[in-house]
């Protein structure tokens, strides 16, 4: 047959591992971005209408056949085509996917005809109803080898014996178009993410358990490639990132000068806090935004995280706006969250048990910014050894209050002091964590990883008082400052003002004032300010982590967060990210003993 002329030049790509990309003029195309031991098929019944979903759904795939059935004998490539990647690489999976009949009850329906798969269809099964709960999905073994209707089966059962070759059906109903057949987006995209990620995940383990590769090693599981369109979105949401600092934005220029008059006050009248002029119209930036193409993005991984980034984006913009007013703690809570009951009982309970700060003894050496910012200085020298190209540049400035990380450069308040115990603590927290995790983020393809995914503040704070902790520079003050914050976000929630929060720090819980000041100021701030509970909470997650074995060398990758791990591990297995580049002293073995403590302890009591 004249169609079939391509067939030779398919199976000679395949043993010889080039991509494939071969299109059949009005019937279908044979795609492999990557030779892989696994296809995805849909066959478009002659009557019906190519299902978009399910045709987008090829598209994430390394290895698809989309083709309109009855149009040539399709088995006559298939079978060739498929035992060739078994002989290949030991076995070979297809995936057919199809329109579910009318009266199919569930969502989606895994088929299967062969014993060999059942283990790979409860392994998808359990995956897509961890992606998604909103999708009913169940298993149906057949007799015969699943086939959509109205159409041949691609083998027979006797033909796949002793061939290593397995066959999944799966029938999708069609919920996400109404009843005049118009796509719903949103149920459309959340149907197609959760298979995408589902497939990847099964096929992965499929490589692992039935073929004779080492998936890992191999990287075949997953494209590889960032499409210029990521590249062009991720580009646009760092553009527009770079365009304010959301805390220097939200940081008083006059904290010193407020905390003077506050004082001649005698700290009957609240503070009046000034702040930088916004240089953004919010409108403008939010039309740049939601004009990013981030639905055409087919890596359902990276199209999560970046409509992600943009609402969180969105929201900051909104705060900024509302700078002063009411709505701005409503933004913060849905950026930040709130303080749960738990976190909220673990901070009072901290308060109890340490001493106030006016009882414990405070015989120590006190350093200048000057003094710290040559420390600081130091230990960029010291990191600097892992990489030539780390840098952080070090400013003593008068528009804030005590130190902080903005985009890799360290800002030392020029009225900022500190005793010596607590320097190299503190030049792990600003430098070892938040600097280094920057430039390991700089390192990544993608900008995201530098500016931050939504939400990176929990984690990357907690790793931050953790490192404290293991250079032996968490002392109960520390602790109790971080306690007091929690309890100042909760006094402000409920609708407490600024003199109110500051009385309770100093009368009910012993804070020198100018502590209790620097403390109320940074929850107060803008409008109030909920992100410094992160500290306790990120703090108490991390040890958590750590009791459960798992691998803190790979929070420093970039700014990230908790539950975006799976998909971190998902990028560096698709080479799409790297491991860091740096590597904090604070995680150098000299301070394993240390690691192995935090780990044993457990809880954060036990640090006290």
């Known amino acids: 047959m004249e169609k079939n002329k391509g067939l030779p030049g398919i199976i000679n790509s395949i043993q010889k591992r080039h991509p494939i990309h071969y299109q059949i003029p009005n019937v279908g195309k044979f795609v492999f971005q990557k030779i892989v031991p696994y296809i995805f098929i849909y066959r478009i019944p002659s009557l019906d209408k190519k299902d978009k979903m399910i045709s987008d759904l090829a598209r994430t795939e390394n290895a698809s056949i989309v083709c309109k059935s009855g149009e040539f004998e399709f088995e006559t490539w298939l079978h060739p085509i498929a035992e060739t990647l078994a002989q290949e690489f030991g076995a070979c999976l297809l995936v057919e996917a199809w329109v579910a009949p009318e009266n199919q009850k569930e969502d989606i329906k895994l088929h299967i005809g062969q014993k060999d798969i059942l283990p790979l269809a409860e392994y998808l099964q359990k995956n897509i109803r961890k992606e998604s709960k909103e999708i009913h999905v169940e298993m149906t073994k057949e007799f015969n080898i699943p086939q959509p209707e109205h159409l041949n089966s691609l083998y027979s059962k006797k033909e796949l014996q002793n061939k290593q070759i397995l066959l999944l059906g799966i029938s999708i109903k069609?919920?996400?178009?109404?009843?005049?057949?118009?796509?719903?987006?949103?149920?459309?995209?959340?149907?197609?993410?959760?298979?995408?990620?589902?497939?990847?995940?099964?096929?992965?383990?499929?490589?692992?358990?039935?073929?004779?590769?080492?998936?890992?090693?191999?990287?075949?599981?997953?494209?590889?490639?960032?499409?210029?369109?990521?590249?062009?979105?991720?580009?646009?949401?760092?553009?527009?990132?770079?365009?304010?600092?959301?805390?220097?934005?939200?940081?008083?220029?006059?904290?010193?000068?407020?905390?003077?008059?506050?004082?001649?006050?005698?700290?009957?009248?609240?503070?009046?806090?000034?702040?930088?002029?916004?240089?953004?119209?919010?409108?403008?930036?939010?039309?740049?935004?939601?004009?990013?193409?981030?639905?055409?993005?087919?890596?359902?991984?990276?199209?999560?995280?970046?409509?992600?980034?943009?609402?969180?984006?969105?929201?900051?913009?909104?705060?900024?706006?509302?700078?002063?007013?009411?709505?701005?703690?409503?933004?913060?809570?849905?950026?930040?969250?709130?303080?749960?009951?738990?976190?909220?009982?673990?901070?009072?309970?901290?308060?109890?048990?340490?001493?106030?700060?006016?009882?414990?003894?405070?015989?120590?050496?006190?350093?200048?910014?000057?003094?710290?910012?040559?420390?600081?200085?130091?230990?960029?020298?010291?990191?600097?050894?892992?990489?030539?190209?780390?840098?952080?540049?070090?400013?003593?400035?008068?528009?804030?209050?005590?130190v902080m990380v903005n985009r890799g450069a360290l800002n030392i308040s020029k009225e900022y002091k500190l005793s010596s115990s607590r320097a190299m603590a503190l030049i792990q927290h600003e430098i070892g964590t938040h600097v280094v995790t920057y430039f390991n983020g700089r390192m990544q393809p993608l900008n995201l990883f530098s500016l931050g995914v939504p939400g990176y503040e929990e984690l990357q704070e907690g790793l931050a008082v953790l490192s404290e902790f293991i250079v032996d520079g968490l002392n109960n003050d520390r602790l109790r400052i971080i306690a007091a914050r929690v309890i100042a976000v909760q006094h402000m929630l409920l609708g407490n003002n600024f003199i109110d929060s500051f009385d309770l720090l100093v009368a009910q819980y012993g804070f020198k004032a100018e502590t209790a000041f620097q403390i109320v100021m940074r929850v107060y701030r803008g409008g109030g300010l909920t992100k410094d509970a992160l500290y306790l909470k990120g703090i108490i997650e991390l040890l958590n982590y750590l009791k459960d074995g798992k691998n803190v060398h790979l929070l420093m990758m970039g700014k990230i967060r908790k539950d975006y791990l799976p998909i971190i591990k998902d990028l560096l297995q698709r080479e799409v990210l790297i491991p860091p580049a740096i590597t904090p002293r604070y995680l150098f073995p000299e301070y394993s003993d240390k690691w192995k403590d935090a780990k044993t302890k457990g809880t954060i009591f036990k640090l006290i």
């Not at 599981?221 to 934005?249: G, H, R, V, W, Y």
């Not at 930040?336 to 120590?364: C, D, H, P, Q, R």
């Not at 050496?365 to 990489?387: G, M, P, S």
């Open 174 to 402: 069609q919920n996400y178009l109404d009843e005049h057949e118009a796509v719903l987006p949103i149920l459309m995209r959340i149907y197609r993410e959760t298979l995408a990620k589902s497939l990847s995940r099964l096929f992965f383990e499929f490589l692992r358990v039935y073929t004779h590769l080492n998936a890992t090693a191999q990287k075949i599981n997953f494209q590889q490639e960032l499409t210029p369109l990521i590249n062009e979105i991720d580009l646009a949401l760092a553009q527009e990132s770079k365009k304010f600092d959301f805390l220097l934005m939200v940081t008083p220029l006059n904290t010193h000068e407020a905390w003077l008059q506050f004082k001649k006050d005698k700290f009957w009248k609240a503070p009046k806090f000034l702040y930088r002029p916004l240089h953004i119209d919010p409108d403008l930036v939010k039309r740049r935004l939601y004009n990013l193409r981030i639905e055409d993005i087919y890596d359902p991984t990276m199209g999560y995280i970046f409509r992600d980034k943009r609402s969180e984006l969105d929201s900051t913009i909104t705060m900024l706006a509302d700078r002063g007013k009411e709505d701005f703690v409503h933004g913060s809570l849905q950026v930040f969250g709130n303080v749960s009951e738990k976190l909220y009982n673990t901070a009072m309970a901290i308060l109890m048990m340490t001493e106030s700060e006016n009882n414990s003894a405070k015989n120590e050496e006190i350093i200048d910014a000057h003094h710290f910012a040559k420390l600081a200085r130091d230990e960029v020298r010291f990191l600097q050894q892992q990489h030539p190209d780390f840098n952080c540049p070090i400013r003593i400035r008068e528009d804030i209050s005590g």
